[in-house]
């Protein structure tokens, strides 16, 4: 694992965010994508169809995202995180403290999510409130029972793909930080 300054010796052009439910994957993503002018696509929107159904051609979309020359994406979806780190040049992995930065997040925007009733992917609003009790796969369980997870995801994939380069950001300010970095090495001379 580099330090994220080191990790920016080389422009990234297929990037990956990784972090348990809530951390703020999708936000550093977008604005990851518009620091270097790359195009971000939002996983969930690949994988959730109409009524929360997983959609079936899936695997074949994220296929075609890692085939472009760059993109910048959430890494998610135990299916579809091996074809995404085949391709990707950096991970960035949020490891932020989980219950009182993480945890709080996930529960504020699930409750805004469902009590504004937000439109998400493929027109798909989060269930009530009362399905925290009923569903195991509630995103605010889902982001409890996966807290962990990626203290064991990250080192394999580190070692299993040689040419893939991770930055571990641990705070807030570590992510500032790094896109400060990220930013000064990358502007765009425009």
């Known amino acids: 694992m580099l330090s994220p300054e080191d990790a920016l010796l080389h422009r990234p052009r297929r990037v990956l965010i990784a972090g348990v439910s809530g951390v703020g994957k999708t936000t ?4 990851v994508g518009r620091m270097l002018d790359i195009p971000h696509t939002e996983i969930d929107a690949l994988f959730h169809g109409p009524g929360w159904v997983p959609r079936e051609e899936f695997l ?5 995202l890692v085939s472009h020359e760059t993109w910048v994406t959430e890494w998610q979806y135990s299916s579809a995180r091996r074809t995404l ?15 009182t930065v993480t945890f709080p997040r996930v529960i ?33 369980r ?17 070692s ?8 571990r950001l641990r705070s807030k300010r570590d992510i500032e930080h790094w896109l400060a970095q990220l930013q000064k090495a990358y502007a765009d001379p425009r």
Do not use: M, Q
């Open 28 to 31: 550093l993503a977008a604005r």
């Open 60 to 64: 074949n979309d994220v296929r075609l």
């Open 85 to 99: 780190a085949e391709k990707a040049d950096l991970l960035v992995w949020l490891d932020l403290p989980f219950l």
């Open 108 to 140: 504020r925007r699930t409750l805004r999510r469902r009590l504004k009733r937000e439109k998400l992917w493929n027109g798909n609003i989060e269930g009530p409130l009362s399905t925290f009790f009923t569903d195991p796969e509630h995103i605010v």
């Open 142 to 158: 889902w982001a409890w029972s996966t807290r962990h997870k990626y203290r064991e995801l990250i080192p394999e994939v580190e």
């Open 160 to 167: 299993e793909f040689a040419h893939l380069t991770v930055v």
